[in-house]
């Protein structure tokens, strides 16, 4: 069965800093990753899908990687911004199942 | 368009009550699935609809009845619900039906804010 995890549980960092988010998931027979933000009481936007023949996805300031036979994947925040502050959450699928969510990471970004 | 459209984004129902949530997407896609969002929890899958089949049901009371009138709409029916039942849920939508190969993004709705009194 698979399982997501995500570490740091919660993280508090200055405006500015450039910042990194850990997804490790236990099944690296993934057919993709997807990446999510959450604003409090809100649904959940997509910021990045990485396939599974992909390494890395790109999109403005966050950066997301992908090592299948780790089961690690990384979020890249560069510069951040108070405005990213919320919930990332990462998901995974493998092939014949359905997504699979980690608990999440909640960023606040100080000004 | 990539939006999914939720209504409505609050509601209060006592245990007799019945109400329904709805759903919309006009991407075109082919899956549709009902989560449910307790606080600071990820969401939990209920039903996934594929081709306007229902094709999981993660053994979901009875009191939660989902329907899917054609392949844009999807609706959560609700009747004799607890107040454990509060919570968020979230409708979303991928490009294939669940257990296909091709299974796309994932888009999610802002969600209705369910309170059980």
């Known amino acids: 069965k698979q399982e997501v995890t995500q570490i740091p549980a919660a993280l508090s960092v200055p405006e500015g800093e450039n910042l990194v988010l850990n997804c490790s998931f236990t099944?690296?027979?993934?057919?993709?990753l997807q990446w999510f933000r959450q604003d409090p009481g809100k649904g959940l936007t997509s910021l990045l899908l990485?396939?599974?023949?992909?390494r890395e996805q790109t999109s403005g300031r966050l950066n997301a990687s992908l090592d299948k036979s780790s089961g690690r994947s990384t979020l890249y925040i560069a510069a951040s911004q108070p405005g990213d502050s919320a919930t990332y959450l990462c998901?995974?699928?493998?092939?014949?199942?359905?997504?699979?969510f980690g608990p999440g990471t909640r960023l606040s970004v100080l000004p | 368009d990539t939006e999914v459209t939720q209504t409505p984004k609050h509601l209060v129902m006592g245990m007799t009550n019945k109400k329904s949530l709805k759903c919309e997407q006009h991407?075109?896609?082919?899956?549709m699935y009902w989560y449910k969002q307790k606080a600071k929890k990820p969401p939990e899958l209920m039903f996934v609809?594929?081709?306007?089949?229902?094709?999981i049901n993660e053994s979901v009371p009875s009191r939660f009845s989902p329907e899917c009138p054609n392949s844009s709409l999807l609706n959560l029916h609700l009747h004799a619900l607890q107040p454990e039942d509060s919570a968020l849920y979230l409708c979303?939508?991928?490009?294939?039906?669940?257990?296909?190969?091709?299974?796309?993004?994932?888009?999610f709705g802002e969600g209705s804010r369910l309170t059980v009194l």
């Open positions: 099944d690296s027979a993934i057919y993709n």
């Open positions: 990485i396939q599974s023949s992909q």
């Open positions: 979303a939508s991928s490009q294939e039906g669940a257990g296909e190969l091709d299974t796309g993004e994932l888009f």
């Open positions: 998901a995974v699928i493998n092939y014949g199942q359905n997504f699979v």
């Open positions: 991407m075109g896609h082919r899956a």
């Open positions: 609809y594929s081709y306007e089949k229902l094709s």
